[in-house]
T-cell receptor, first 110, second 111 residues
């Protein structure tokens, strides 16, 4: 099986930077995804990492270390609309199945 | 980008009835679709992998006779919750064969 851990909740200030960590234990690793999910809505894709290193996309960046089973999502210049749940998901084995972490509820305050 | 739609967006039904949820890929062909459910304040859990033209593959603990999946074409997969009970109330979400695109979800409430 797979084990994916994320903090349950985080709070940050508008305009600041926040880093959401995700650790995983799996066999046959084949990619890590980050999603944003607002309450009552389906997840929205943010980023994908399969090789070690940092992937930057606008205000959002994601980092992966396969040897450490570790990833983080970095959100810069936080806005109130960034308040949402952030889900880390790992693809492993055959079939492109995703296993999701429990999600990190981010609250952005003034 | 690839667009996935679901219908209905929400449904309320009585206990014991069956409910069908449709998942369509609008601008791409999906040989594989994935069905997830999400209980309140929990993360997404994969229920089954729907394969066009063949039987679905169910995850451990998911009853295949209760959650019937049909993937008869490259653009449509359906999930039928048979004899629904209140504990089946959940948010059901599908995705095409690309992890980037999820359908908008179907909220099922069983009374």
């Amino acid at each position: 099986g797979q084990n994916i851990d994320q903090p349950t909740e985080m709070t940050a200030t508008e305009g600041a930077i926040v880093q959401i960590n995700c650790t995983y234990q799996t066999s046959g690793f084949n990619g890590l995804f980050w999603y944003q999910q607002h309450a009552g809505e389906a997840p929205t894709f943010l980023s994908y990492n399969v090789l070690d290193g940092l992937e930057e996309k606008g205000r959002f960046s994601s980092f992966l270390s396969r040897s450490k089973g570790y990833s983080y999502l970095l959100l810069k210049e936080l806005q109130m609309k960034d308040s949402a749940s952030y889900l880390c998901a790992v693809r492993a084995g055959g079939g492109n199945k995703l296993t999701f972490g429990t999600g990190t509820q981010l609250k952005v305050e003034l | 980008g690839a667009v996935v739609s679901q219908h209905p967006s929400w449904v309320i039904c009585k206990s014991g009835t069956s409910v069908k949820i449709e998942c369509r890929s609008l601008d791409f062909q999906a040989t594989t679709m994935f069905w997830y459910r999400q209980f309140p304040k929990q993360s997404l859990m994969l229920m089954a992998t729907s394969n066009e033209g063949s039987k679905a593959t169910y995850e451990q603990g998911v009853e295949k006779d209760k959650f019937l999946i049909n993937h008869a074409s490259l653009t449509l997969s359906t999930l039928t919750v048979t004899s629904a009970h209140p504990e089946d109330s959940s948010f059901y979400i599908c995705s095409g064969n690309n992890e980037q695109f999820f359908g908008p979800g179907t909220r099922l409430t069983v009374l």
